[in-house]
């Protein structure tokens, strides 16, 4: 495929243009999708979203980590069709309301504003789907990560289950094997897993999803030996012993939890990933291997990720006929 990146519509507006754009633009095409797909019909989307999500980071430097992860639950549950997007009706539950997302999963009102500025200027042509898989590439290169040309097309879903969510979605509960076990299902790989992982060096986590690791990891009332004894004494401070503390907020990457850099992976080298899940990327050799190296080699993990986010955002997308444009991205048309 010979397309000129420096002509995209959607990374012209950057103005730094990384040579590795070449690369993606060779290897990870899906045949479905087109990077011109709305050239024509809707020119200054690529502007139009990214003025969104900059405006949004501008206010709330966190909705940068909140917006990435929308698209991952998006993608994770019956594919990238703008699902969790989507309110609770008459014919459905939501996804909304599924234990990974309630009073968790965040960002709405971005998207919503996004789209009724997209809907003035070109009406009833983008997804909403696309613009949230816009929006969290944007949402990592204004957090400092990386920039990767991103393949538009997708269509946006008719229905949402909240069954599919509660079991599709990995939790930071459960063992490393049944975490990669649904990545693979979903066509992602063992190296995906470490890849996105790195998500988490942004963002925050409620102490509920770890507290269970500072006071009472093995029955007995002891923590996680694993975990670094400095963070352990810092992560009891911000969520003391007592149920009041379970929605109180603690970074995932401490050290530099605004910026999308590698340091996530430094700290799972040095005992301090947050999460269960995240420190049991050290346990398993494979996994433990691919950590250490991106803690040394920051570029790899840059373009690794826009590879992996390529690869996850094509995860079970509707195109052609299937679907349909949401003109409201709360409910089916
Ligand atoms: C590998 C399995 C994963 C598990 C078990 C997991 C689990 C979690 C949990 C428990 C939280 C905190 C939620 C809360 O307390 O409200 C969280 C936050 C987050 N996750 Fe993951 N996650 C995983 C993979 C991913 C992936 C693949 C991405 C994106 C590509 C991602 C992006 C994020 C981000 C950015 C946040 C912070 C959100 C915010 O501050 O609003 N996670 N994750």
């Excluded at 919503?112 to 789907?129: G, H, L, M, W």
């Excluded at 969290?136 to 290169?141: E, H, I, L, Q």
């Excluded at 393949?151 to 979605?169: F, I, Q, S, V």
């Amino acid at each position: 495929m010979t397309i000129d990146c420096k002509n995209m519509n959607q990374s012209a507006a950057f103005s730094a243009i990384p040579f590795f754009c070449l690369l993606f633009l060779v290897s990870f095409g899906n045949s479905q999708l087109d990077y011109k797909y709305y050239d024509a019909t809707c020119p200054n989307l690529a502007k139009i979203v990214r003025y969104g999500v900059w405006s949004a980071i501008a206010n709330e430097t966190r909705l940068a980590a909140s917006l990435l992860r929308l698209h991952f639950h998006d993608c994770f549950v019956n594919g990238c069709e703008g699902s969790i997007l989507l309110d609770a009706s008459s014919n459905f539950t939501g996804e909304k309301n599924a234990f990974p997302n309630r009073n968790s999963a965040r960002g709405f009102e971005v998207i919503d504003a996004i789209k009724d500025n997209v809907e003035k200027a070109c009406p009833s042509i983008v997804s909403c789907t696309d613009i949230l898989t816009l929006a969290s590439r944007d949402a990592v290169f204004l957090a400092g990560g990386p920039f990767w040309p991103v393949p538009l097309g997708r269509r946006d879903g008719l229905t949402a289950t909240e069954t599919a969510a509660n079991t599709n979605l990995p939790s930071p509960f459960e063992p490393l094997e049944n975490i990669t076990a649904k990545f693979i299902s979903k066509g992602l790989d063992v190296k995906d897993v470490v890849v996105l992982s790195g998500a988490h060096t942004i963002g925050f986590a409620q102490c509920s999803t770890f507290k269970q690791r500072l006071f009472n990891f093995d029955g007995a009332g002891n923590p996680d030996p694993i975990l670094d004894a400095s963070l352990l004494g810092s992560l009891r401070n911000m969520c003391p012993n007592q149920d009041d503390s379970d929605s109180k907020l603690a970074p995932l990457d401490a050290a530099t939890s605004s910026k999308f850099d590698s340091s996530y992976f430094n700290s799972l080298v040095n005992n301090s990933g947050l999460l269960q899940s995240d420190q049991a990327l050290m346990s398993d050799n494979k996994t433990a291997a691919l950590v250490s190296l991106y803690s040394k080699l920051p570029f790899l993990f840059s373009k690794d990720f826009g590879k992996s986010m390529v690869k996850m955002s094509n995860i079970g997308i509707l195109t052609g006929q299937n679907g349909e444009i949401r003109k409201n991205c709360r409910l089916v048309n």
